[in-house]
T-cell receptor, first 115, second 111 residues
Framework: SAVISQKPSRDICQRGTSLTIQCQVD?????MFWYRQQPGQSLTLIAT?????????ESGFVIDKFPISRPNLTFSTLTVSNMSPEDSSIYLC????????????FGPGTRLLVL | RKEVEQDPGPFNVPEGATVAFNCTYS??????FFWYRQDCRKEPKLLMS???SGNEDGRFTAQLNRASQYISLLIRDSKLSDSATYLC????????????FGKGTHLIIQP
């Protein structure tokens, strides 16, 4: 499976500010995704990061709040904008295994606390 | 996105016992099914994919029941190291990307 890294691993931010999370993969992958896991909850898909085009957002998530970049097949960023305490969560990127399989592998996550 | 439901537990099981838990899904168009394991403060790690014919990997057996729309995970001869949260994940079907996850079943293996 691909090796996935995320930066930062954790951060504490003030409300109203923005944080950009980076996801780097050690090989080219077609599909990259961003998920959120709020305390005590399961993972919720935020969006699919499309290379060369705008991300595809799930219901309840909008580009103004969670802008995503995907400049190439190994890298993506997720920005959490105008943060509030409700955005405190773990943010995870994932990649699809490829070769027609929908198996996904996850990065280590970014633990965000908004004060 | 449709729902994926799991019994949150916790399941408290003595070491060496067999434990099984199910996951139900509502989207009949789903085609791909997975079990992930998540340790505290860690990312989910793929445990196994679930195939129509069922599949086994060592002490772990996964099965799919399309008619009743559930998948199951059986763990035999449980070890202390099996203590974790087990998440089931289901694709959205219809060509949509990404997975829908259940909230997870918390398993505690007791010595």
């Amino acid at each position: 499976s691909a090796v996935i890294s995320q930066k930062p691993s954790r951060d504490i931010c003030q409300r109203g500010t923005s944080l950009t999370i980076q996801c780097q993969v050690d090989s080219q992958v077609t599909m990259m995704f961003w998920y959120r896991q709020q305390p005590g909850q399961s993972l919720t898909l935020i969006a699919t990061a499309n290379q060369g085009s705008e991300a595809t957002y799930e219901s309840g998530f909008v580009i103004d709040k969670f802008p995503i970049s995907r400049p190439n097949l190994t890298f993506s960023t997720l920005t959490v904008s105008n943060m509030s305490p409700e955005d405190s969560s773990i943010y995870l990127c994932s990649v699809e295994a490829g070769y027609g399989q929908e198996t996904q592998y996850f990065g280590p996550g970014t633990r965000l606390l908004v004060l | 996105r449709k729902e994926v439901e799991q019994d949150p537990g916790p399941f408290n099981v003595p070491e060496g016992a067999t434990v099984a838990f199910n996951c139900t899904y509502s989207n009949s168009a789903s085609q791909s099914f997975f079990w992930y394991r998540q340790d505290c403060r860690k990312e989910p790690k793929l445990l196994m994919s679930v195939y129509s014919s069922g599949n086994e990997d060592g002490r772990f057996t996964a099965q799919l029941n399309r008619a009743s729309q559930y998948i199951s995970l059986l763990i035999r001869d449980s070890k202390l190291s099996d203590s974790a949260t087990y998440l089931c994940a289901v694709d959205s079907g219809g060509g949509a990307d990404g997975l829908t996850f259940g909230k997870g079943t918390h398993l505690i293996i007791q010595p």
